[in-house]
């Protein structure tokens, strides 16, 4: 039987680090996809407040499947050198907790400047994050958020092979591919699987961008994942439903609402043979 490993961006379920973890354990999963904790994001995170969460993976048995970082979620002609320094930041937050991976982006244009004008920045930029990762042994994932460079697969490929490092590859997200207007597994999948290293969990309609339990949407998830299964791929499954519970406006979903998005993805994979660990 296929095994993906599950994990999940736990401040989605609560700004506090214990319930994520309790959480995300009773749903069956190892990890956490570390992306704030007590309402710092990881990148601001002090050296005490790393401490304290590597105490409370030791004592829930748990480890952190990425680092979901906000770098490169910025301007493509803001400062170069603050943003590298952030990364080193979150590089080292990585290594502290032992994450492989380090989730991040391509970066915002201005209002009116063309994709096309920015592409020689973006990918300079993007190998100087590239050159951190290599000398500090992380992979960074690049996730294709909507109105970055890289939000759709033509140009998530050409940041992918222009950059050429073996420590930058992609975090699928099927939800992201929908809300630019794109089938994610009839207009991506092929020309992207050969770098996909990690599946971000998350669906959405096409008619409205509305975010929905995998496999509830036009994300192609069934599809995507079947494609996976049989070409042999094994990694982290992690997930981010963004499913908005009124009960819970201070967080994207709620232990409730990610419950609900875990059960449904687990009843996808179990229909196509995954076993989740």
Same mark, same amino acid.
């Given at each position: ?32 996809? $570390? ?15 790393? =401490? ?6 030791? &004592? ?16 493509? *002609? ?16 990585? +290594? ?12 915002? +244009? ?36 909507? #109105? ?22 992609? #975090?699928?997200?099927? =939800? ?6 794109? +089938?994610? !597994?009839?207009?991506? *999948? #092929?020309?992207? +699987? ?9 669906? #959405? ?51 409730? &609402? !990610? ?6 993805? =687990?009843? $996808? ?9």
């Amino acid at each position: 039987m296929t095994q993906w490993t599950l994990s999940g961006f736990g401040d989605e379920i609560d700004a506090d680090p214990a319930v994520q973890l309790q959480v995300l354990s009773a749903l069956g999963a190892a990890h956490v996809e $570390l992306r704030s904790g007590w309402g710092v994001n990881v990148a601001d995170m002090s050296d005490e407040d790393l =401490a304290r969460l590597a105490d409370l993976l030791a &004592r829930h048995r748990m480890a952190v499947s990425a680092i979901a970082s906000p770098i490169g979620k910025t301007g493509v *002609y803001d400062d170069p050198d603050t943003e590298l320094r952030r990364l080193e930041r979150v590089v080292a937050a990585a +290594r502290r907790l032992d994450a492989p991976y380090v989730r991040l982006f391509s970066f915002y +244009r201005p209002d009116g400047v063309d994709v096309a004008a920015t592409r020689d920045t973006v990918l300079r930029r993007m190998r100087g994050f590239a050159d951190v990762a290599e000398r500090e042994s992380v992979v960074l994932v690049h996730e294709n958020e909507k #109105a970055i460079y890289g939000d759709v697969p033509e140009r998530v490929l050409d940041l992918v092979e222009s950059v050429g490092s073996p420590a930058l590859r992609v #975090a699928w997200d099927n =939800a992201n591919f929908v809300q630019v207007g794109v +089938r994610p !597994f009839t207009d991506g *999948y #092929a020309m992207l +699987r050969p770098y996909v290293e990690y599946l971000q969990v998350k669906d #959405a309609r096409a008619a409205d961008g509305t975010e929905v339990p995998a496999g509830h949407g036009d994300g192609e998830l069934r599809e995507t994942l079947t494609a996976l299964r049989d070409d042999g791929w094994t990694g982290f499954a992690s997930l981010e439903p963004h499913l908005a519970d009124p009960a819970r406006p201070d967080v994207l979903s709620g232990p409730r &609402r !990610f419950g609900e998005a875990a059960r449904a993805f =687990a009843a $996808l994979t179990a229909e196509l043979g995954i076993h989740l660990r």
